[in-house]
């Protein structure tokens, strides 16, 4: 037995790891970038009988959009005006939304993330609240020096009828 048989097998070990080490690595660094391109979009569906007051007013043209997905419930989009601002009640925090981050399409909109931290409006006196029939969100704007009310009726409840 020779020094050459010796290091025969290490080398082909080290070709061997190589070869399945390499394209490993490579799917490790892909496929988390893939899921994260997919999970940004979001969805937004208007939602129908929704009721929105500025200072116990209703103002002239506004809408509220929640997440698609059933899961997120703490997040919602409002519309006022020509002002978009969306609102994470478990963070009781305001967001400003600038229109070119939305695409919107009928009654559908689309957009990536808008809760980012430098985006962050000045609000205050949130109140938070299920109010029966709907879930009722108080906060006020502090840039526009008034109390914003938005009410979210609840799903209805089928499990009777299942």
Request: proline share 7%; glycine share 4%; hydrophobic share 40%.
């Given at each position: 037995?020779?020094?050459?048989d ?22 490790m ?19 129908e ?15 509220v ?49 808008l809760?980012?931290s430098e ?12 109010v ?31």
């Amino acid at each position: 037995m020779g020094l050459d048989d010796v290091k025969k097998p290490r080398v082909r070990r080290f070709a061997l790891r190589r070869i399945v080490i390499v394209p490993t690595l490579a799917l490790m660094t892909i496929a988390p970038a893939a899921t994260a391109n997919d999970g940004e979009r979001v969805h937004w569906k208007l939602v129908e009988r929704a009721q929105l007051k500025i200072d116990d007013k209703p103002p002239l043209t506004w809408s509220v959009y929640r997440p698609d997905k059933k899961k997120v419930t703490n997040q919602v989009l409002v519309l006022l005006g020509k002002r978009y601002i969306a609102l994470d009640t478990k963070a009781k925090l305001a967001y400003q939304v600038f229109p070119a981050d939305l695409s919107i399409n009928g009654s559908e909109v689309e957009s990536g993330d808008l809760f980012k931290s430098e985006r962050v409006l000045p609000s205050s006196d949130w109140v938070v609240r299920d109010v029966g029939p709907a879930e009722r969100i108080q906060l006020r704007l502090k840039d526009y020096g008034r109390m914003i009310e938005v009410m979210l009726p609840h799903p209805p409840d089928l499990r009777a009828f299942y």
